[in-house]
Nanobody
């Protein structure tokens, strides 16, 4: 069983930055795509960004130019650098490991999920 652990969330003012980390327990990320999703209160979980095993990245339009997903395979860690944060970025952020060779923006492209980390952006 793969367990993913997110960290780095917190409270930040609009315009500020946070860096989220995602680490799997007991397994490596090296052969899989990894994605970040978020869920705001009363809303469905939505795709934020994904990175393939080779390092190709995809972002949802609302975060392009502000968020950067990256991976350090030596440290078995995936990061989400979030800059110029906005109040509408407030949500619980989840990382997820791709299902087999799948990669994409759909929740069904991922089969292991973390418990999430809260990001709150104040005005």
């Amino acid at each position: 069983q793969v367990q993913l652990v997110e960290s780095g969330g917190g409270l930040v003012q609009a315009g500020g930055s946070l860096r989220l980390s995602c680490v799997p327990s007991g397994r490596t990320f090296g052969f899989y795509a990894v994605g970040w999703f978020r869920q705001a209160p009363g809303k469905e979980r939505e795709f934020v960004a994904t990175i393939t095993r080779s390092g190709s990245t995809t972002y949802t339009d609302s975060v392009k130019g502000r968020f950067t997903i990256s991976r350090d395979n030596a440290k078995n860690t995936v990061y989400l650098q979030m800059d110029n944060l906005k109040p509408e970025d407030t949500a619980v952020y989840y990382c997820a490991r791709g299902a087999g060779g799948r990669v994409g923006p759909e929740r069904t492209d991922y089969n292991y999920w973390g418990q999430g980390t809260q990001v709150t952006v104040s005005e």
